[in-house]
């Protein structure tokens, strides 16, 4: 059984360019959750995917957006990268959304944004 | 912002040390999670506290969530070097966990 996978591990982009993160579920799970965590916080929370569609939402601009494809995998789409953006982005997945699904985690992708 | 403050933001100590980081929130949650995570990895899910007053222990480690479910506590006994990390709370709220900034642990040898 695989964990959760991410890709690509860092990147680097220049403000105004767009962004695609790629996550791939641990094996059986339906439910996606991706987190942003900037230098010395902890992860804030961005949305989540359960069965393909936005099942939450925090408080992040609509030009962060997501998908969840049918064998459960995911990406998260930010546009008109900002300097702030530069962060380690997490995806978490689970067997379901509820409170009570452990959510287990990736290793992230860190963003550089120039 | 975040809604849970943790305490001390870093600590430093040589092995064999005991302990103690804190959590307190400004609302209730359904339940609590600490997780550790080390550099280049993801937060790694350590314990889940539900109920007021619960106590749990998971080896040298030992969580307590405040009786009205609004602060807890990580007590880490005998501190080893591979304790080292970055341990952060989150309290769960339906389908989302909403974590405090960390606090970073180094145990010297």
């Known amino acids: 059984e695989t964990g959760v996978t991410q890709s690509p591990t860092h990147l680097i982009k220049t403000r105004g360019q767009q962004v695609t993160l790629r996550c791939s579920s641990q094996s059986g799970h339906n439910t996606v959750s991706w987190y942003q965590q900037a230098l010395g916080q902890g992860p804030q929370f961005i949305f989540q995917y359960y069965r393909e569609e936005e099942n939450g939402r925090g408080n992040f601009p609509p030009r962060f957006s997501g998908l969840q494809f049918p064998n459960y995998s995911s990406e998260l789409n930010v546009n008109a990268l900002e300097l702030d953006d530069s962060a380690l982005y997490l995806c978490?997945?689970?067997?379901?959304?509820?409170?009570?699904?452990?959510?287990?985690f990736g290793p992230g992708t860190r963003l550089t944004v120039l | 912002t975040q809604l849970l403050e943790q305490s001390p933001q870093f600590l430093s100590i040589q092995e064999g040390e005991n302990l103690t980081v804190y959590c307190n929130s400004s609302s209730v949650f359904s339940s609590l999670q600490w997780y550790r995570q080390e550099p280049g990895e993801g937060p790694v899910l350590l314990v889940t506290?539900?109920?007021?007053?619960e106590v749990k222990k998971l080896k040298r480690l030992t969580f307590q969530f405040g009786d009205a479910r609004k602060d807890s506590s990580l007590h880490i006994t005998a501190a080893q070097t591979g304790d080292t990390g970055l341990y952060l709370c989150?309290?769960?709220?339906?389908?989302?966990?909403?974590f405090g900034a960390g606090t970073t642990v180094t145990v010297r040898a």
């Open positions: 978490a997945s689970s067997l379901g959304g509820a409170s009570t699904d452990t959510q287990y």
């Open positions: 506290v539900v109920t007021g007053g």
């Open positions: 989150a309290g769960v709220d339906d389908y989302k966990l909403s």
